[in-house]
């Protein structure tokens, strides 16, 4: 059983660029949340898919997309980038629909808009 | 406005002590809590999940209670040793957001030898 991937790892974009993020969910898991977390602070959520329709978003402006893919590994697409962006970007995997299980993590990308 | 809050946020102990970290949370309407494990720069490592239906929940050294009444979790390990120092975040998913998980800012925990 795979764990939850994504990539880059790291990256470094330009102030109005736009960046994708990848995600690869845990072997049959059907639902991919993704989070920003700011330095010294807790992951806040950006929004949530499960099984390719978005089910669920934080406080995050529009310019901040996703997808989801019949395989349910998932996206997170931000345009615009302004230097606030600069965060660790997570996406968590679970098995969703009537129960809500355990989330499980990726590594990260980390992100650096100069 | 749903809050989870973590204090304190940063603690040191001698190794061999009990650790004992705290979760507060606004809305009893909870349906499940997480605590988690973040090593620097990385991702999130889960330890333990408390259904709202549950008092506790343990695995090994680490024990987490959940009082939804006082908006309330509570985790501890045991015999702490040099390996438990990271960042501990307990998350909520409250009934009227399912799914979403609302962290709070961590407790940063360093074990001395």
């Known amino acids: 059983e795979t764990g939850v991937t994504q990539s880059p790892t790291h990256l470094i974009k330009t102030r109005g660029q736009q960046v994708t993020l990848r995600c690869s969910s845990q072997?049959?898991?059907?639902?991919v949340s993704w989070y920003q977390q700011a330095l010294g602070q807790g992951p806040q959520f950006i929004f949530q898919y499960y099984r390719e329709e978005e089910n669920g978003r934080g406080n995050f402006p529009p310019r901040f997309s996703g997808l989801q893919f019949p395989n349910y590994s998932s996206e997170l697409n931000v345009n615009a980038l302004e230097l606030d962006d600069s965060a660790l970007y997570l996406c968590?995997?679970?098995?969703?629909?009537?129960?809500?299980?355990?989330?499980?993590f990726g590594p990260g990308t980390r992100l650096l808009v100069l | 406005k749903q809050e989870v809050t973590q204090i304190p946020a940063a603690l040191s102990v001698p190794e061999g002590e009990n650790l004992v970290l705290n979760c507060s949370f606004t809305?009893?309407?909870?349906?499940?809590l997480q605590w988690f494990r973040q090593d620097p720069g990385k991702g999130l490592t889960s330890l333990l999940l408390?259904?709202?239906?549950?008092r506790e929940q343990t695995s090994g050294r680490l024990n987490a209670s959940l009082d939804k009444s006082s908006g309330r979790s509570t985790l501890y390990i045991a015999a702490s040793q040099p390996g438990d120092s990271a960042t501990y975040l307990c998350a909520a998913s409250f009934l009227d957001s399912w799914g979403k998980l609302q962290f709070g800012a961590g407790t940063q925990v360093v074990v001395t030898p």
């Open positions: 408390i259904q709202s239906s549950q």
């Open positions: 072997s049959g898991h059907n639902t």
């Open positions: 968590a995997s679970s098995f969703g629909g009537d129960v809500q299980e355990t989330q499980y």
């Open positions: 809305d009893s309407a909870i349906y499940n």
